[in-house]
């Protein structure tokens, strides 16, 4: 079969350098690319190559998240995700308006991959892989930034259904790194590396999802605006290690010119990961999942009911999540 191809963004902007590049190159993976609005979206918001989804759009797709889900959150990506696997996407490429493809970025993809390998169930920070100094990426623990670096297995092949790529000049670390350490920064071409028993937060930047694991694309609205791609990040590996899936981190594939943030306020939203993302992984370290793809959705269940008891996530969340799943559950019914 045949892979089909989708890119997936949310933008609140007009047409970034990165989405016009985007658009316009998209046509090498004959890849369907899909723009996601939000309320502070212009009205006036148009680029050619793209399928652009503005509230109006997103209501008119009969999704029920798209309907019961709130608005002025990144989740809305959320959204995206649907249209693009109910439009027949096998291979996902999610990004944000600010990352700028490089040539490898449209090179086809593969989930099964080999790579060195990292099992030990241990904090892995991964960027020291690719980067000799000091830089974690964010969400990691800070008293693991410098914790002792598991050695790899040899490369073998892996399925690995989620990839997450670097992201050169202005990676994705957290606000203490921005304001202390200097940027920009480069990642060296190494080899790629899987985790598969390892923990390492990941993001929605640069990250290529395949069916199997579509189920974990969804983003949760009802927790910390800067963790909930990182919380995501925590059940995708619970799930993924329950089914002996790796999670694949490789070289850089794009460059980041970084919309304008407030680097106090991204902290203080990033201070609920810094004092609970090593409580989260030992709590779904103890959630009890079933192996199988029939039985990830009942695994994401389980996963955020825990974090909805530790107080981190809401409990509005919960019917957010049937929405999604239903939604995709109808995707799959469709002929």
């Given at each position: 079969m045949t892979d089909r191809y989708a890119v997936v963004l949310t933008s609140i902007?007009?047409?970034?350098?990165?989405?016009?590049?985007i658009a316009r190159d998209a046509v090498q993976l004959a890849a369907e690319f899909v723009i996601v609005g939000d309320r502070k979206s212009p009205p006036d918001f148009v680029q050619s190559g793209a399928t652009y989804l503005d509230l109006d759009a997103q209501a008119r797709t009969g999704f029920r998240y798209a309907k019961e889900a709130p608005t002025q959150h990144y989740a809305r990506k959320n959204v995206g995700y649907i249209h693009a696997i109910s439009s027949g996407a096998t291979v996902l490429?999610?990004?944000?308006?600010?990352?700028?493809?490089?040539?490898?970025?449209?090179?086809?993809?593969?989930?099964?991959?080999?790579?060195?390998?990292?099992?030990?169930?241990?904090?892995?920070?991964?960027?020291?892989y690719f980067?000799?100094?000091?830089?974690?990426?964010?969400?990691?623990?800070?008293?693991?930034?410098?914790?002792?670096?598991?050695?790899?297995?040899?490369?073998?092949?892996?399925?690995?259904?989620?990839?997450?790529?670097?992201?050169?000049?202005?990676?994705?670390?957290?606000?203490?790194?921005?304001?202390?350490?200097?940027?920009?920064?480069?990642?060296?071409?190494?080899?790629?590396?899987?985790?598969?028993?390892?923990?390492?937060?990941?993001?929605?930047?640069?990250?290529?999802?395949?069916?199997?694991?579509?189920?974990?694309?969804?983003?949760p609205y009802h927790c910390s605006f800067r963790m909930t791609d990182i919380w995501r990040s925590f059940v995708a590996q619970r799930i993924a290690y329950a089914n002996g899936w790796g999670i694949l981190f490789h070289a850089a594939t794009v460059f980041q010119e970084r919309n304008a943030h407030d680097l106090m306020r991204d902290f203080a939203?990033?201070?609920?990961?810094?004092?609970?993302?090593?409580?989260?992984?030992?709590?779904?370290?103890?959630?009890?999942?079933?192996?199988?793809?029939?039985h990830v959705a009942d695994g994401m269940r389980a996963c955020y009911e825990r974090l909805v008891a530790l107080e981190l996530v809401g409990r509005e969340e919960l019917p957010l999540l049937e929405a999604w799943l239903s939604d995709l559950q109808a995707c799959s019914a469709r002929p």
């Open positions: 902007n007009h047409p970034t350098r990165a989405v016009a590049e490429i999610e990004t944000d308006d600010d990352n700028i493809p490089r040539p490898d970025f449209w090179k086809p993809r593969s989930a099964q991959i080999t790579a060195r390998v990292v099992e030990h169930p241990v904090w892995t920070n991964v960027y020291r980067h000799p100094g000091l830089v974690w990426p964010r969400g990691l623990p800070l008293d693991q930034v410098n914790a002792p670096l598991p050695e790899p297995t040899e490369r073998r092949t892996i399925f690995c259904p989620i990839q997450q790529g670097l992201a050169d000049d202005n990676p994705d670390v957290d606000a203490i790194y921005r304001l202390l350490l200097p940027i920009p920064l480069r990642f060296e071409a190494a080899e790629p590396i899987a985790l598969r028993g390892a923990w390492c937060p990941f993001n929605s930047q640069n990250t290529t999802w395949w069916p199997d694991a579509f189920p974990l694309l969804y983003l939203e990033e201070v609920p990961g810094y004092l609970h993302n090593a409580a989260i992984r030992a709590a779904l370290d103890k959630v009890s999942l079933r192996a199988g793809s029939a």
